[in-house]
């Protein structure tokens, strides 16, 4: 930390009276969670006389002020007046004053101290003053804000959120409400996807024909882009625009064919997907046209950073062209892979004379390329940790997508930085293993395929999994569910992964459950123990210097202006967590605590709208303003989790922009809180059959779900989006019922027949199933206190 906090953090940390709580997380209701944060030992609290009498000193932050005191207002209750002589003193002294445009070396540390004489805001800069409001705020409830000293800063530099406006056209405004949320999550990146195959988004003044003919209408001009990009900066946020070269260049293609490697005509694409439409890199127009347009870029958006994408390049035009056959020969070029590095080395010269650096997926990481390019990379830790060894920079985004549902949890687990092994996966003098392989089929896409081992251990089974092409990774929580049968935990690429195996002789089926939808698979015993890949690890110094932070992705096939803030809203605030807190915040139970408080407020404070977006298509589906009976049925559901949903629509026909966005799954967030709590009380009963608050708890929301259906069935008849969700609604009733069972079992000692037992199973599995893109969620807890509560 580069100024004068860094003595204060010293000081503070000696004060005797003081509670510290840095790792793990307290319970103050902060997210991200600052790096330390002390209390008095008798607690206290301030109350808040509103609005604040706030005096700046160091900067001119005369703009925010009125919005911070809006924002007070909300919060509290009270009217937006004038500041009265009584007022609540806060006091922001700001070290230096800087240029008022981010960039990603802005000193983000603050330090904030809450006093019963009032509140003192210390900052290096206007943007550590600008992130220790947001702390400030979310410590504000009900007028007041607990006595507290608080020194933070980042411990990543590029927090980000990418935001895809070309596939789905997102208004300004929309966009406006997300830099607000990933300023109130103090992040401090707004990544902005302008142009893909479905749409040309980059209104261009010397190329007028891209947005005419290639966005059916939906474009940002200049001046609209500008001011996202005010809008943006007045909240420390950067903008990194992405212009896609060479490939997602459909769109490009329809406005000016004459720049791609195959002719035309090219029309508007439709569908979602990867395609073929290619830049001609032997096409010398093609650098002047990049020029021109870098240029238009550059002049709007003041980052110094542009991203070119260089993802997903599907080389058949390339390989089909004489042309450009004869261009590779000439260059010495082996192969498309080569022939992309020479492209991109003439855009990144490009770049470089509009004073710009380069950013792009992992495809864009070649030796030929300068360490000045930033990797941004999808295929994960492997490869991030590769290009750290190299000495190139790079951010995650693998493990990130909240296009995605997936968990809070599993996010929240993602570390950016690679993971070793530690030596866990060697065997040891006694011990003996047995090493599985297995075939995984997908709904679309080639079979996943690797092998699994387990190693019999004095102290317990530990094990790890080899897929394919993937480095090594160990295996969490190995249970034997019979003597042929097991299930495990790991986090991968595309989510969690909770397999349930049965191993016959040498032979293995079953099904790996991918987030929370089942995938069947096939293996067999292997002779050997698989060599394997082992992850690729950097120095720490390689860590520190290479490895800049993250970005959550929102891709948006399956997002619109709509759902965009169920979809991003509160789970990019566990992403922002991971990449600001020190990396040994990682309690699960306690994020989920604070996660609830922050969804509060982020709705109230900020003004994000998760919860009316919902409440809005709730009320569209039941064609009513009574929506309580499809909301409770909606807790026991979740939307199928990982790519499954879209892999269902690409196999039906249906992964188009045609295809709406308005059923029960669109709505859903993408995890049930209500079983998730179910969970972890019957986590309690499994541990402690005698802990009657768990067992009571886990009967009242079973009974309410049960009781639910007869109100909640007609809503299901009447309309025709949600019609299909009939049978769900009868296996709801069912699977509450098998819960309901097992508690009275349990409470009066009763055990059931294998007979009973294989049936309530059978109708768990086929509950699991996916139906109209849902996934009965309540499935899994029930199915634990089936396997476990003996």
Known sequence: MPWSLRPLLLTCSLLLSFTVSASPAGSLPLMPWPQQVEQPQGGGELALTTPLAIQVQGDNLQEALPRWQKRLARQTGNPDLPVSASATSLQIRIAHQVAPIPQLESDESYRLVVSADGIVLEAATRFGAMRGMETLLQLVHNGSVPLVTINDRPRFPWRGILIDSARHFLPVETLKRQIDGIAA???????????????????????????????????????QMRDIVSYAARRGVRVVPEIDFPGHASALAVAMPELMSAPGPYQMERGWGVFTPLLDPSNEQVYQFIDTLVGEVAAIFPDPWLHIGGDEVNPSQWNESATIRQFMQQKGLEDSHALQAYFNQRVEKILEKHQRRMVGWDEIYHPDLPRSILIQSWQGPDALGEVAKNNYRGILSTGFYLDQAQSAAFHYRNEVWPQGLNDADRLRDGETAQSWQFTLPRLKGNPLSGSFTLIDAVGGWRGFIDFDGRARRMVREIRW??????????????????????????????????????????????????????????????????????????????????????????????????????????????????????????????????????????????????????????????????????????????????????????????????????????????????????????????????????????????????????????????????????????????????????????????????????????????EKLLRYGK
């Not at 459950?513 to 123990?529: C, K, Q």
């Open 481 to 782: 569910l019979s003597p042929t049968q097991l299930t495990f935990r790991v986090d991968s690429w595309m989510g969690e992964l909770r397999p349930v195996m049965t191993l016959t002789g040498d032979r293995m089926s079953g099904y790996w459950r991918i987030a929370n939808v089942r995938y069947p698979t096939v293996g067999s015993r292997l002779a050997t123990v698989p060599a394997g890949i082992r992850p690729a690890l950097p120095d720490d110094a390689q860590l520190r210097n290479n490895l800049l932070g993250g970005e959550a992705a929102l891709w948006s096939e399956m997002v619109d202006e709509n759902v965009i803030d169920v979809r991003l809203w509160p789970r990019a605030f566990v992403v922002a967590e991971r990449l600001w807190s020190a990396s040994d915040v990682t309690d699960e139970q306690n994020m989920y605590q604070r996660l609830a408080a922050v969804d509060g407020w982020s709705a109230v404070s900020v003004g994000l709208q998760q919860h009316t977006q919902a409440q809005v298509q709730m009320t569209r589906l039941a064609n009513s303003s009574d929506t309580l009976a499809l909301e409770i049925f909606a807790q026991a559901l979740e939307p199928a989790q990982w790519y499954t949903r879209q892999h269902l629509k690409y196999r039906a026909g249906h992964y188009t922009q045609a295809e709406p966005l308005n059923r029960l799954a669109d709505v859903l967030p993408a995890e049930s809180n209500s079983v998730r709590e179910l969970d972890r009380q019957v986590d309690a009963l499994i541990a402690n059959r005698g802990d009657t608050r768990a067992a009571q708890a886990i009967r009242r929301q079973l009974e309410q779900w049960r009781q639910n259906i007869p109100q909640v069935a007609p809503v299901l008849t009447r309309n025709p989006q949600l019609r299909p969700l009939m049978p769900v609604a009868g296996q709801v009733a069912e699977i509450s019922q098998i819960g309901l069972s097992l508690l009275d079992a349990m409470e009066n000692e009763r055990t059931f027949g294998a007979r009973e037992v294989a049936k309530m199973h059978q109708r768990l599995d086929q509950a699991a199933l996916v139906q109209d893109e849902v996934v009965v969620a309540l499935v899994y807890p029930i």
């Open 185 to 223: 999550a103090r992040m401090n990146v707004f990544h902005w996807h302008l142009t893909d195959d479905q749409g040309w988004r980059f209104a261009s003044t010397h190329y007028p024909q891209l947005q005419e003919k290639a966005s059916d209408g939906q474009w940002y001009s200049q001046q």
